[in-house]
């Protein structure tokens, strides 16, 4: 842990959240946009010296901190523009050459024949490769629903006007958001954050206020290492490029070809095989599908199934009706075989794709911090996002099974009103009795299996509204979880063509058409 004494503060600034550019095709939205971006845009403040190191003070007694932002897919994008709003200095770090994270799909895949080759520890030596994202993967989620409440995602941005997108859209639409409010200004691309070291400050009374600073440490195109120092950290460096591989029994000898759905890309290779895939939630289901248009035989193998129904199903799914749905797998044999916990054994498996998720990794992040990851639960934290020990650092996303985007933008929000002292800073009691009461309901002490700490589904609503109300701002409209409820019950109803079938929820895409004539006259 370093120690540094406080750094001395400007004067006058005028601070710019950017300029909107234009994008698409729309230009009416466009001059909304315009409209949008300027609203944040050119205020001159003047400033003083805060007695808390970098950060300084405007005339409202508000804190404006410098804030590094780890990542700029869309949580980063988000955490970037809620810090502008709040009138933070942001300087981003992003890996790729352009924002979008996730969503940036990349063609090349990592090395990973053979059983865990991929889910061994990232020494630096292994090339990497971020992005999860298949070429024919299609949205989850309608994009009324996926997209941010500042930039509703209703009209294409590009040439695809389907409610349940392919990626490039989502892409075109991280990009617009990017340009509408001046976001990329503040990413340094190319730019891999190798370390993240707390420096508790000489002053007791500001460490106590405001918490630690912290110095990152980061290489451009694998350059000269840089070390600068921040008010804040916000981690958002995603948590779907690392794959968790379960041990199975007998998988080290198995003499079939193993992969992580990670490096799933398209389904050449797969033709005529017979291919057994573990895991059965989003990527499991839609990956068996496109496999099986080539694939002779598709096993889908799982513990849990998002319909319950379908544990007990023994008939071939799907358009070729040659998927069937088979329960964990019990144990792989140097013969080939692969047998299931109900006693059946798949004599012929050619390759073994795992669909069973990721693990969240921090690489950068010193021991000093205070927050290490056991099992795949990121602890401790207050509210999955602060901190305990030190809250100028913070984790935006790392809830799952919930509807991302506005998430990020809901806790971005709190973090960055937190940092300029708009709303408090939780109090140091809250946030030990929150993570002790969490931890509580953990295995062993609890029933839920550390690996789902994170784990939101139906409770990420109630968690939407709480830090919403905490950051003193507008919590989520009702249309959203009434759209959401409506798309899980239309995916467990029609798996095969839910993306593309009716779906009633005429009254929640009303309520979300009216919410965003409303933003865009705003
Ligand atoms: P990411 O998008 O992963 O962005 C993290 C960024 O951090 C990256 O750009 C990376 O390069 C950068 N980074 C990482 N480490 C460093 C470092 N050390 N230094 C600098 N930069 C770094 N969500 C939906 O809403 N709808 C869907 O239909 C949907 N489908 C999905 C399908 C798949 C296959 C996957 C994998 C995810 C899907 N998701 C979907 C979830 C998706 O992950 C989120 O929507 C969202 O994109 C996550 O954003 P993020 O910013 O948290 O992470």
Request: glycine share 8%.
């Amino acid at each position: 842990m370093c120690r540094c004494g406080a750094a001395v503060a400007v004067a006058t600034t005028t601070t710019t959240t950017g300029a909107a550019v234009r994008t698409g095709t729309h230009r009416t939205r466009d001059r909304r946009r315009d409209r949008r971006a300027r609203r944040t845009t050119t205020t001159t403040t003047t400033m003083k010296a805060s007695t808390d190191g970098g950060a300084r003070e405007d005339t409202s007694g508000r804190r404006r901190a410098r804030v590094a932002v780890i990542g700029a897919g869309a949580a980063g994008l988000a955490a970037i523009r809620a810090c502008e709003v709040e009138g933070h200095t942001v300087v981003a770090f992003e890996l790729a050459n352009d924002v979008g994270g996730t969503w940036r799909y990349e063609s090349e895949v990592e090395d990973d024949e053979g059983e865990g080759a991929s889910a061994a520890p990232d020494d630096g030596r292994r090339a990497k490769v971020h992005g999860s994202m298949y070429a024919s993967l299609r949205t989850n989620l309608p994009r009324e629903l996926m997209g941010f409440g500042e930039f509703p995602f209703h009209e294409s941005h590009g040439v695809d006007e389907r409610r349940f997108c392919g990626h490039e859209e989502v892409q075109r639409y991280l990009q617009a958001y990017a340009e509408t409010f001046g976001l990329r200004e503040r990413v340094t691309f190319n730019a891999k954050v190798t370390s993240v070291e707390r420096v508790v400050r000489e002053d007791a009374e500001a460490e106590r206020a405001w918490s630690s600073q912290w110095a990152v440490t980061s290489s451009i195109d694998g350059g000269a290492a840089r070390r600068e120092v921040f008010d804040a950290v916000i981690v958002a460096n995603g948590h779907y490029s690392e794959p968790r591989v379960p041990r199975f029994k007998g998988a080290l000898t198995w003499p079939g070809r193993q992969v992580h759905s990670h490096n799933y890309r398209t389904p050449d290779g797969f033709e005529g095989k017979t291919v057994l895939l573990i895991g059965a939630m989003a990527s499991g289901e839609d990956i068996s599908r496109e496999i099986a248009s080539v694939a002779d035989r598709v096993l889908l193998s799982a513990r849990t199934w998002q319909n319950p129904e379908w544990a007990t199903s023994v008939e071939g799914v799907g358009a070729q009706g040659n998927i069937y749905r088979k329960p964990n797998v019990a144990s792989f044999s140097p013969d080939g075989s692969v047998e299931f916990e109900d006693g059946s054994v798949e004599h012929r498996v050619d390759i073994c794709m795992y669909c069973t998720g990721y693990r969240y990794e921090f690489p950068f992040l010193s021991r000093d911090v205070g927050v290490a990851v056991v099992d795949n639960f990121v602890a401790p934290l207050y509210e999955h996002c602060v901190a305990v020990d030190a809250p100028s650092l913070s984790f935006i996303g790392l809830p799952w099974k919930v509807v991302p985007f506005p998430m990020f933008e809901i806790q971005s929000r709190w973090i960055a009103r937190m940092l300029s002292g708009a709303v408090p800073m939780p109090s140091r009691e809250d946030m030990v009795t929150f993570a002790a009461q969490l931890e509580s309901t953990l295995e062993p002490h609890g029933g839920v299996p550390r690996r789902h700490a994170h784990c939101f589904g139906d409770k990420q609503w109630e968690y939407n509204a709480r830090i919403a109300s905490m950051s003193d701002g507008p919590g989520l409209e009702s249309w959203r979880e009434q759209m959401y409820i409506a798309t899980g019950k239309n995916k467990r109803a029609n798996p095969e063509t839910y993306r593309d079938a009716h779906m009633s929820d005429a009254e929640a895409l009303a309520a979300a058409l009216d919410e965003f004539t409303k933003v865009a006259t705003r």
